[in-house]
């Protein structure tokens, strides 16, 4: 059983599209996240939820948009797509969100904006 | 500075030889320290979480902590091909909620 899925794992686009990106966690985790790595494979948090309640939101532009509906679910919808949007997307959880525990990936999403 | 640093690499190390990857920190990280390992087109995986001053083993890997130098480190001794990845250090937000991670670090081992 996967911990932490995320669907899909590639998505090819064009510019101005939207695209969205769900997960899924059945590690009974309060606390999912989405990150983004770039091409340098720096690995940056985007969005933090804890039992469904936002509680980091790093100056992200406003053309994303997490949305949890139970805490074992979190989506990335992305408006509007740019260049710039092209990484990898993963998803992760972990037990709690003081950011001092473990934090589980999922196999993350190839984004790539044409 | 920024919040984790770790050198970029390549670092590369014979088969057999210990692999030793550094990482600082500054004083926006603390608590808990961790390392994941990242193979190419795959996502990171814990290897080690340190929480305490000193040394903490694992089979071959050996992590040490410094608070008083914010300096995270992570041996790998006997290393093998298979070791060849990234390696991501990452600390606790001093304010909490998030964990902060390095650029990352990567391990080439020639068999």
């Not at chain 1, 039992?51 to 919808?77: G, Q, W």
């Not at chain 2, 590369?12 to 030889?17: I, N, T, W």
């Not at chain 2, 600390?91 to 391990?107: D, P, Q, S, Y």
Request: charged share 20%; hydrophobic share 30%.
């Amino acid at each position: 059983d996967t911990a932490v899925s995320q669907t899909p794992k590639y998505l090819v686009t064009q510019m101005g599209n939207d695209k969205s990106i769900k997960c899924e966690q059945n590690l009974g985790h309060d606390t999912m996240y989405w990150y983004k790595q770039d091409s340098k494979k720096f690995l940056k948090i985007m969005f933090s939820y804890n039992n469904k309640e936002l509680i980091i939101n790093e100056t992200v532009p406003n053309r994303f948009s997490p949305k949890s509906p139970d805490k074992a679910h979190l989506n990335l919808h992305i408006n509007s797509l740019e260049l710039g949007d092209s990484a990898v997307y993963f998803c992760a959880s972990s037990q709690d969100g003081t950011g001092w525990v473990t934090i589980y990936f999922g196999e993350g999403s190839w984004l790539t904006v044409v | 500075q920024k919040e984790v640093e770790q050198n970029s690499g390549p670092l590369s190390v014979p088969e057999g030889a210990i692999a030793s990857l550094n990482c600082t920190y500054s004083d926006r990280v603390s608590q808990s320290f961790f390392w994941y390992r990242q193979y190419s087109g795959k996502s990171p995986e814990l290897i080690m979480s340190i929480y305490s001053n000193g040394d903490k083993e694992d089979g071959r890997f050996t992590a040490q902590l410094n608070k008083a130098s914010q300096y995270v480190s992570l041996l790998i001794r006997d290393s093998q091909p298979s070791d060849s990845a990234t390696y991501l250090c990452a600390g606790g937000h001093t304010g909490g909620f998030k964990t902060i991670f390095g650029a990352g670090t990567r391990l080439f081992v020639k068999a």
